[in-house]
Nanobody, 117 residues
């Protein structure tokens, strides 16, 4: 069973930056695709960014050029660096891990990001 612990959310003004962290424990980090999703009020949960074990990434169009996802295999941690934040980025950011061997997926509890104008 993989546990995900998120940190790094908070409130920032438009144009500011935040870095989210998601530490995975209880599993083999190398078989996990790590991702960040966003849940905004009244909207469906959406994929923000994803990074596979080899470091390949993909992003939602709305965050390309502003957000960077990465992973550290020594610290078993995935990161989301968010720059040039906009009010529409506001929401609960949830860390997700997908085990490519078992097809199981896991969710963190989420961390709130609020961007004020």
């Amino acid at each position: 069973q993989v546990q995900l612990e998120e940190s790094g959310g908070g409130e920032v003004q438009a144009g500011g930056s935040l870095r989210l962290s998601c530490r995975a424990s209880g599993g083999i980090f190398g078989v996990l695709i790590m991702a960040w999703y966003r849940q905004a009020p009244g909207k469906q949960r959406e994929l923000v960014a994803r990074v596979n074990a080899g470091g390949g990434t993909d992003y939602a169009n709305s965050v390309k050029g502003r957000f960077t996802i990465s992973r550290d295999h020594i610290k078993n941690t995935a990161y989301l660096q968010m720059n040039s934040l906009k009010p529409e980025d506001t929401g609960v950011f949830l860390c997700n891990a997908f085990n490519v061997r078992s097809s199981e997926q896991y969710w963190g509890q989420g961390t709130q990001v609020t961007v004020s104008s």
